[in-house]
């Protein structure tokens, strides 16, 4: 089916999901626009899963309303799943079967003919890298196999919207640094990309926006650069070749910068706060001009670390409910999959 012509990918308002007491999603509101990766960045138990599943139509909404393209959730839900894949924190392929097998299965599913669906699964097999084990039962895959055939189950109609539920959870460095370079092919391919996450490091390296929740609330919104701005100001840290020169560089970032620098004599280290980043040129210039010499220079931003500490008190690697280590414990809703 066609997609509406419309620049917004997913639209939620006021979205709430309840068990018992528990409020898991409170009040949320998103916007993720076409063509962009959203990310969702917060803790273990956040929130994040429960409100993806409402969006997916795998679970009933109980306030407020979610879009997709359109096409209503509550409403619609024959039309969503049409438009969107979806990838959960659980790989849903068959473990007795090749991974062959698996791609051809989902796709007969969705009603492509057999040439169709051997023609699509070879060139998904190639695309994910996992030619070579196409043959191979998925017991005897890694868990980064596992998660690329996965993410190739859910493109088999290539939707135009993709949820991706924490997808490198476990992976190891360089296997999270594939998944990173497909998620940026797919966009790059044209696909809308919903990701929720709790690495921060993922959420900075990804997203073109980030909302942050914590606690089913949603406590911040916007780009990398405008939530590390809203938290701090960037430092210029400078090492000096002469330690006799400190006093020169204090009394130069004084009367640019106006902020007085913190000094760390034996490192001959001069770090300053910097109301603008420009404002570290006008400073590194001024010292040349007065003779100073400088061995190194940084400007550090804030880190997303530090965004989120701010925002919520505690860092994402804490389970915010229950102590344990996964998203959204208080859901009694089995672990599933959007029809693929």
Do not use: C
């Not at 695309?127 to 690329?148: N, V």
């Amino acid at each position: 089916m066609k997609t509406p012509h419309t620049q917004t990918a997913v639209r939620a308002t006021g979205l709430v999901k309840t068990f018992g007491d528990h409020r898991a999603v409170d009040g949320v509101d998103l916007e993720v626009h076409r063509g962009e990766v959203f990310g969702v960045l917060g803790p273990n138990g956040a929130g994040k899963t429960t409100m993806l599943k409402m969006l997916a139509t795998l679970l009933p909404i109980d306030g407020g309303t979610g879009e997709v393209f359109g096409h209503d959730v509550r409403t619609e839900p024959h039309l969503v799943r049409q438009l969107l894949g979806v990838t959960g924190q659980y790989a849903s392929v068959d473990e007795n079967l090749t991974a062959t097998e698996n791609l051809r299965l989902f796709a007969r599913l969705q009603g492509l003919g057999r040439t169709e669906a051997r023609e699509r699964g070879a060139h998904l097999l190639e695309q994910f890298d996992l030619t070579e084990a196409a043959s191979k039962p998925i017991s005897a895959f890694s868990g980064g196999m596992r998660r690329r055939l996965d993410l190739a189950a859910s493109l088999i109609t290539r939707p135009p919207l993709i949820f991706l539920d924490e997808p490198t959870t476990g992976l190891d460095p360089r296997t999270r640094g594939q998944m990173w370079d497909t998620i940026r092919e797919l966009v790059a391919e044209g696909s809308t990309v919903l990701l929720t996450t709790q690495y921060l490091d993922e959420a900075d390296q990804l997203a073109d926006r980030i909302a942050v929740i914590d606690h089913g609330r949603k406590v911040a919104e916007g780009t990398s650069d405008e939530l590390k701005s809203s938290v701090g100001r960037s430092t210029l840290q400078l090492q000096l070749v002469d330690p006799t020169d400190l006093p020169a560089a204090t009394a130069l970032a004084e009367q640019l910068v106006g902020e007085t620098p913190t000094l760390t004599p034996e490192a001959r280290r001069v770090t300053v706060a910097l109301q603008r980043t420009d404002q570290s040129v006008d400073l590194l210039v001024a010292l040349r001009d007065r003779g100073v010499a400088i061995e190194s220079v940084t400007v550090q931003k804030p880190s997303l670390d530090e965004v989120f500490l701010a925002l919520t008190g505690h860092d994402t690697g804490t389970d915010t409910d229950t102590g344990t280590g996964t998203d959204d414990t208080r859901d009694p809703a089995p672990q599933m999959e959007a029809s693929r």
